[in-house]
């Protein structure tokens, strides 16, 4: 995984509330069994539909930072929503709130997924959508995002941030445990079921 | 100190736990589908892992699978090279597999429970969202999303952030006509899709205690939609009989030391809770939904709301937004709106009891000209159960189709889908935009609001016939 410090780049204004993840890549991209190339699949439904939807304007086409509105992400677990915005070339999306297991994928894969006010997110929203080269700064470091004179703290927990920054593999990570798993398995109830 | 269920399941399975680290939990149970799992096993080939407990991990084909013909190849090559893939995996790695035409295949949410793999206690992950059906029985269960199923396939653990919980009560009796699909979306409706985020939901109350297992997983299946990150009953007599005799159910002594434990990990009294909704059953009635997420809903008995209805500007637009997708004018009653399709199915409905419910209401009489009905088990052996039953001909009698069993059109994987402007009542969980099929419009109804629809054309409840 990409070791993720500091990011600066373009952003994409998303004016959309309840987002899922439907949305975000439909179920028809589901059927690959290949782990990158997910960026056509990316708000498919909006791309080819709809002209005004902000992807399909030029001046944002190039955006690395998504700024997103509440409840991003809700929905089905695919994370495939999380790999399409990878790989489209989005670092880190910014919103007042997420679905859960989203941000969860989110974090684990190396995308940045920020939680700012609301009041923060449409002050971003207004200084990009003035001027679309507007440059936006995800701090991981510092928990910082940083725009023009915006500058906003976010909370991340320090384990995550930890591992963000060193780009370190979940499995790698619990794999130092085994020991313990080994224990734990000693112990478990005898009557709990198996499959085979 | 008094603890929740949810709190006494998790420490339960604290496999280590260090300050300012997640909880490394471990995992009882790994349901695996072959859409969420082809990169996970590739993961695990890559870094040259093997699936550390196959004998606690379970396959089934359900989401791409066809309703027919399901004895020949598949004709859509994506869906087909996905099955291929996950069968090659499950034989590589060792992973027992429900493959298509087995009598055990189905949905995987059906699947576990039937086969009595699911128990209270549990751990249970699945890289899918309503893997909180399980939390029926008091287990506590997750949806996880690709990377954390090669995590729990590599290590049979996972980190997991805390939770906070939330006490759902629903008192008193549900009235007659009222179902669990109806409670949970009124409870998905009163607290937004957005309001369960970082809970476990306990449901409970007499009206939940009164349900049968089904209708409970009916509930806990939908606890995601709420934005919740579990959902769970509390095991009772009604959760060990329907586990007892079941082809993986605890037996002998380990059976009574088994029910001996469950009972202990019900929330204590006194036991304290994050947030709490209070929900009155007499007050319920069948619920439907008007929007594009399953909190866009309302009574069956009133009309589509105005975006003015709402005072929030983002439920406002989102209001707005989905009124011109769905097609809708506020204050056209719900009653009247047309429908061209019925799915009955699902892992929110499909199963036995659902089907015998909407059987109950279609017997002896026809779906509406022009309504086509789909009817999907979730399950092979629900379907064999119904068959047993007369079911499946009181459905094809009237004019339904029967199928065999998968997810169909609950997300149109498969060839079951809406077409563009195609308007379904639907007893699945999403009625998001495009869920069922590009451009199609959903209305997510309980089993008997689906059968009754099926007749009439219009959303209607048995009540109407
Ligand atoms: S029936 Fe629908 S919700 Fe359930 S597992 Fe299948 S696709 Fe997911």
């Known amino acids: ?196 | 100190m008094a603890r929740t269920m949810a709190e006494k399941v998790w420490e339960e399975h604290v496999v280590r736990r260090a300050d300012g680290e997640p909880d490394l939990l471990y995992i009882d149970l790994h349901l695996v589908h072959e859409v969420t799992s082809p990169q996970a096993f590739e993961g695990l080939r890559l870094a040259g892992r093997p699936v550390r407990r196959p004998d606690l991990t379970i396959a089934t084909e359900d989401h791409n699978v066809p309703t027919e013909n399901i004895l020949g190849p598949i004709a859509d090559k994506v869906s087909r090279t996905q099955i291929d893939t996950l069968r090659k995996n499950a034989s590589d790695f060792g992973v027992r597999l429900f493959p298509m035409g087995d009598l055990d295949q189905g949905i995987v949410h059906v699947v576990g429970p039937q086969l009595g793999l699911t128990q209270p206690g549990m751990t249970v992950v699945c890289g899918d969202s309503h893997t909180s059906t399980h939390g029926a029985f008091g287990a506590l269960a997750f949806g996880i999303g690709t990377s954390q199923v090669e995590h729990v396939l590599a290590t049979q653990t996972l980190p997991m952030p805390p939770f906070k919980t939330m006490a759902v009560t629903v008192d008193g009796s549900l009235p007659e006509g009222v179902t669990a699909k109806d409670i949970i979306l009124a409870v998905i409706a009163e607290i937004g899709t957005g309001g369960g985020q970082g809970y476990v939901i306990e449901y409970r109350g007499q009206a939940v205690r009164e349900l049968s297992m089904e209708a409970r997983m009916t509930i806990c299946n939908m606890s995601i939609e709420a934005g919740a990150r579990a959902g769970m009953i509390a095991p009772d007599e009604t959760t060990f009989d329907y586990v007892q005799g079941r082809p993986h159910a605890p037996r002998g002594a380990d059976w009574d030391a088994a029910v001996e434990h469950w009972k202990s990990l019900r929330t204590d009294e006194g036991a304290a809770f994050d947030k709490e909704v209070v929900l009155d059953a007499a007050e319920l009635s069948p619920f439907v939904t008007w929007g594009t997420n399953p909190g866009q809903g309302a009574q069956l008995d009133s009309a589509v709301p105005a975006p003015e209805d709402f005072a929030d500007p983002a439920e406002h637009a989102a209001a707005e937004k989905a009124l011109a997708y769905m097609d809708l004018d506020a204050g056209t009653r719900l009653r009247d709106i047309e429908v061209d399709t019925v799915f009955l199915g699902s892992c929110t409905n499909g199963r036995i009891e659902d089907l015998r419910a909407a059987a109950e209401v279609i017997k002896g009489r026809k779906v509406a000209d022009g309504v086509r009905m789909l009817v999907v088990p979730g399950s092979m052996r629900v379907k064999e159960q119904a068959n047993a039953e007369g079911l499946g001909e009181v459905f094809t009698a009237a004019g339904a189709e029967w199928r065999e069993a998968g997810c169909s059109m609950c997300l149109g994987m498969n060839p079951d889908q809406l077409q563009p402007g195609e308007r379904s009542a639907s007893t699945s969980n999403r009625n998001f935009e495009g869920r069922q099929g590009k451009g199609g419009r959903t209305h997510l109804v309980s089993p008997l609001v689906a059968a009754a629809t099926a007749v009439r054309g219009t959303l209607s409840s048995p009540a109407d016939l």
């Open chain 1, 1 to 196: 995984m990409e070791k993720f410090t500091v990011h600066t780049g373009s952003a994409v204004p998303l004016r959309h509330s309840n987002v899922d993840t439907d949305q975000i890549i439909p179920a028809v991209y589901l059927k690959r069994v290949a782990r990158t190339g997910f960026e056509d699949g990316l708000f498919a439904a909006w791309r080819a539909n709809d002209p005004a939807f902000v992807l399909n304007k030029p001046e944002f086409a190039e955006g690395s930072i998504l700024i997103a509105d509440t409840d991003f992400g809700t929905g089905s677990s695919r994370e495939h929503a999380v790999w399409a915005l990878q790989d489209y070339g989005f670092k880190a999306v910014l919103a007042p709130r997420f679905g859960d297991i989203f941000r969860g994928n989110a974090l684990k894969g190396g995308l940045l997924a920020v939680v700012l006010p609301y009041e923060v997110i449409e002050r971003l929203w207004e200084a990009v959508e003035a001027d679309p080269a507007t440059q936006v700064t995800v701090d991981l470091q510092a928990r910082e995002v940083r725009a023009g004179d915006i500058v906003q703290q976010f909370e991340l927990d320090d384990y995550t941030r930890w591992r963000l920054m060193e780009g370190l593999d979940d499995i790698a990570l619990t794999l130092r445990h085994t020991d313990d798993v080994d224990a734990f398995e000693k112990q478990r109830h005898a009557w709990l079921p198996v499959t085979q």
